[in-house]
């Protein structure tokens, strides 16, 4: 990311917002609020969603860094969703979002590759 401040203050809103739905401090929130923080949160996924697709590669060096974030963002999203679809399983029935949400990673995660080596 260049040195833009949207580009900062977007992600961390969207980090906050996120938290505050999982009520970290375990104080109820009433269905109005819950619904104002998930509209905001939305709005704010789809501002940082926007960046990312407005990304431009300036270099070889700049397209290295960006394979590297996605990488390991692709690694720490599917690891994260293993580890829930393990403790899940052992503890209850699995949630299906949760091997949905990993099984489309995966799948974009292929089928990116598959188009790049055929088209770039």
């Known amino acids: 990311m260049k040195n833009n401040i949207k580009e900062i203050i977007v992600p961390l809103t969207l980090v906050v917002l996120a938290v505050l739905l999982l009520n970290p401090f375990h104080f109820w929130m009433p269905d109005m609020a819950v619904m104002g923080i998930l509209a905001t949160l939305l709005v704010?996924?789809?501002v940082f969603a926007s960046f990312i697709l407005r990304e431009k590669s300036i270099d070889e060096r700049d397209n290295v860094n960006r394979s590297l974030a996605g990488r390991n963002a692709f690694l720490a999203g599917s690891s994260i969703l293993m580890l829930a679809i393990v403790v899940q399983g052992y503890?209850?029935?699995?949630?299906?979002?949760?091997?949905?949400a990993l099984i489309v990673?995966?799948?974009v995660k292929i089928s990116t590759r598959i188009w790049s080596d055929k088209n770039l």
């Open 105 to 107: 990673m995966i799948l």
């Open 44 to 46: 704010f996924f789809g």
């Open 91 to 100: 503890k209850e029935a699995i949630d299906p979002w949760l091997v949905v």
